[in-house]
């Protein structure tokens, strides 16, 4: 077990969820010092993902207090002494946490990790010691808590990043970023030309467009029911909107493609916008991880267990939310 590398306290501000459904209330709480593979970040903003507010609503109070907030961004004002990559006064973007160790881990895919739920939401570290346990809070939500001041973290859940550049802008690249654009390079492997529809134009969505139009997918097609983010996806490069409160989203989608979209990717966490992102999938389009008609596919929403469906047509199709 890794020990603390300064023997200090440290008295941090967090906002603590008590019970179910909030309010998450302001308080000092001790914290203790990065031990020898931990950084102390002081955190400058943390961004608000649909994981915190649904930790929020359906948190068991039984479980005991905690500190959530996994997008946080901020400055190194300390590190352990097996720290190598980073040091004091470097600028960070905080993201998921993995082990290091384990065949997924070294083999470049720390998503997968066999040990991410308990290191992102077990509330502790491996070992069961917290952070925050001297004032019986929990943390550690994503390997970070960023609703705080102040935060540990590892090597293995930062990047460090320009000092030119503002944190506050930076912060949901952590998850909410990453996803829309992994999703579109790495897990849809959208393709020059293909034509994609991206269900909800929030951070994550809006990430999707983004991708999708350095790939150079053509036609981008938006869907949301609030004007104001369909008018940004346009400005950042979606090439139609379609407001789903006022059209009729599947006939639009075959009006502008002829056939229907080769990709989808659906933020809303709706099942009926689940069912109808499925229904707009053009019917030649094949699977990129090349399963066949009757594979089962899972599709995970963070901290709840992972959803399956079975393929009754060969498309492709990514469920985010």
Known sequence: MDQCSDGQLYTIQ????????????IESVEMEGPRDDEVLVRLVASGICRTDIDFCDNWDETD????????????IERIGKRVRGVKPGDHVVLSYQSCG???????????????FYELNFGFQRLDGSDGLQRSSVR????????????????????????????????????????????????????????SIAVFGTGAVGLAAVMASRLVG??????????????????KLGATHAIDNRRQNMASRIT????????????????????????DV?????SWRSSLEKGARIHCQRDGEPSASFRVTRCRRFSYLN
């Open 14 to 25: 967090a906002a603590i969820l008590c019970k179910r459904g909030g309010p998450l209330n």
């Open 64 to 75: 005991g207090a905690v500190v959530l907030g996994h997008e946080g961004a901020g400055v």
């Open 101 to 115: 160790h384990c065949r997924q881990c070294r083999s470049g895919r720390p998503a997968h990790c066999t040990r």
């Open 139 to 194: 943390g550690h939500f994503f390997g970070q808590s960023s609703f705080a001041t102040r935060s540990l973290a590892t090597e293995r859940n930062l990047v460090k990043v320009s000092k030119n550049l503002p944190l506050d802008l930076l912060a949901p690249l952590g998850c909410g970023l990453q996803a829309g654009v992994g999703t579109v390079m790495n897990s849809l492997k959208v393709s020059r030309r293909e």
């Open 217 to 234: 997918a053509d036609p981008i097609i938006g869907v949301d029911i609030k004007p104001g983010r369909l008018k940004l996806g346009l």
């Open 255 to 278: 009006d502008i493609t002829g056939r229907g979209v080769d990709c989808v990717v659906e933020t809303t966490g709706n099942p009926e916008m689940h069912q109808l992102a499925i």
């Open 281 to 285: 999938l053009n019917r030649m389009a």
